[in-house]
C-alpha cells in the first residue's frame, strides 16, 4: 500500500500515542514526546470525526492533566501545534497551556534565575555583522559565534571564542542585506566547542587552536575569515 508522507507521519503519530495510551494505563506519568503526541493524536481523531477546529482544540487541552505528565512537562511543553485534516481542508490547531497548569516555577526546567552579583562587569565585544544570504539567518543565543553560517561577513578572528551576549535559549535574526552591530562574551564553562561547523572541534584555548580555525575557515569560505 502506497502511503503519503503525510499519512506515514500520522502512523507515527498514532504509534507514539498508542504507547503513551499503555504506559499511562501501568499508572505512568508522560514525558514529553508522550504527552504530546496523545494530544495530538486526540485533536486528530476529534478532527476526523467531524469536529470543529476550536472544538478540536479543546479535545486535546482536556486530555491531560498536570498530574498525569512528570514535573516539569508543562513548562517545557507550554503549546502544541498539530495540522489535522477537517472536513473542510488541513488546519493548523494551537493548543495552548496543554496541560491546565501545572508550572514548577523557580524549579522548571530552563528557568531564568537571577544571577548573583559579579565583583566586575562581563567584558563584550561589539561586530558589525552583514548577512550577504538572500535568506534570513538565524543564530542561537551558545552557538560559537566564529563558526556561524559562512554567508554572514563580520570578523571572524573576533569572535572566536565567543557567543552571543543575550538571554539563554533567545536568537539573533538577521535579515537578507540587513547591517547590525551584535555583543559577544566569552564562552564559558570548560570552553570547548564541539560540532557547530566543524571548525574548531576541541578546546577553544588549546595550542594552535585559533589558528587552526581560521584557516580552514578561510578553506570553506566563510566571509570576514
Known sequence: MRLTPTERDRLLLFTAAELARSRRARGLRLNVPEATALISDAVCEAARSGARLAEAIEVGRAVLGPADVLPGVPDVVTEIQVEAVFDDGTRLAVISDPFGGGSLGDLAPGAVLPAEQRERPVETVEVEVTNTA????????????????????????????????????????????????????????????????????????????????????????????
Do not use: K, W
Not at 538571554?167 to 570552553?191: H, K, N, Q
Not at 561547523?197 to 578561510?218: H, K, N
Open 134 to 225: 538572500t535568506v534570513p539567518i538565524s543564530v542561537t543565543s551558545h552557538f560559537h559565534f566564529f563558526e556561524c553560517n559562512p554567508r554572514l561577513s563580520f570578523d571572524r578572528a573576533r569572535a572566536y571564542g565567543r557567543r552571543l551576549h543575550v538571554p539563554a535559549g533567545s536568537t539573533v535574526r538577521f535579515d537578507p542585506g540587513e547591517r547590525r552591530t551584535v555583543a559577544l562574551v566569552a564562552i564559558g564553562g570548560a570552553r570547548v566547542a564541539i560540532g557547530f561547523a566543524g571548525l574548531v572541534d576541541g578546546p577553544l584555548d588549546a595550542p594552535g587552536a585559533f589558528e587552526t580555525a581560521m584557516e580552514r575557515a578561510r578553506a570553506c569560505g566563510f566571509q570576514g575569515a
